[in-house]
């Protein structure tokens, strides 16, 4: 059971350039999470998509953009990278609106990104 | 609104020593609280979860936390830290019921001694 996976697990990218972090559920859960963890700072959510078809905006969206392609998949871009999004980026899915869920977070192994 | 805070980026220990990780919280509804851990260049996993019923609650490595209302606490201990629990801790809070968003701490990175 593969869980919450995430490609790529390394980028580095230019100041300006776009690219996108995909991630993917086989655990037929209905939400899914995409957070950033710095240093001191613990993981804060930049977007979430509560179930098929829906995004919104958690604590820190500015120069993300993400797409929910199916209930499996929840991908972020970077429209134009800034060296302040260097950052481990983690994907995190959810059961979420199902009957009995607790709340608990699956997560991937993270993506490590670098903007220089 | 929730929040969550934990007290002591860095908490160093001796092996075999009681490790203490202290969490507090604030909540407008009954919350869910969790304690993740993250272990170097890995992703969190899931310690211990309070929902509902009884308030200590039993979690994975021999960790165990009590949820105390009174206090808005939910501290994370272990009787006799072993070198394989160096790793960084995060205490989460959601709300209770239907959706839920999940709020973190900004963790605490335990080291053991030995």
């Known amino acids: 059971n593969a869980g919450v996976t995430q490609t790529p697990k390394f980028q580095v990218l230019k100041t300006g350039q776009s690219m996108t972090l995909q991630c993917a559920q086989d655990?037929?859960?209905?939400?899914m999470y995409w957070y950033r963890q710095d240093p001191g700072m613990g993981l804060r959510l930049i977007y979430y998509?509560?179930?098929?078809?829906?995004?919104d905006k958690g604590e820190v969206p500015n120069g993300y953009n993400v797409s929910r392609l199916n209930k499996r998949e929840f991908s972020l871009r970077l429209e134009s990278a800034a060296p302040s999004q260097t950052s481990v980026y983690f994907c995190a899915s959810s059961a979420g609106l199902a009957t009995a869920n607790t709340g608990e977070l699956f997560f991937g192994e993270g993506s490590r990104l670098t903007v220089l | 609104a929730q929040s969550v805070t934990q007290l002591g980026s860095h908490v160093s220990v001796s092996e075999g020593a009681l490790v203490l990780l202290r969490c507090n919280y604030s909540?407008?509804?009954?919350?869910?609280l969790f304690w993740y851990v993250q272990y170097p260049n890995q992703g969190l996993q899931l310690l211990l979860k309070?929902?509902?019923?009884?308030?200590l609650v039993k979690g994975i490595n021999g960790f165990e936390a009590e949820f105390k209302k009174s206090e808005t606490s939910f501290h994370l201990t272990k009787p006799s830290a072993h070198m394989s629990d160096a790793a960084e801790y995060f205490c989460a809070v959601s709300g209770s019921g239907g959706y839920q968003k999940v709020t973190f701490g900004t963790g605490t990175k335990l080291q053991v001694i030995p």
């Open positions: 998509s509560a179930s098929e078809g829906t995004t």
């Open positions: 309070y929902t509902t019923g009884a308030t």
């Open positions: 909540s407008s509804v009954p919350p869910y």
């Open positions: 655990m037929n859960h209905n939400s």
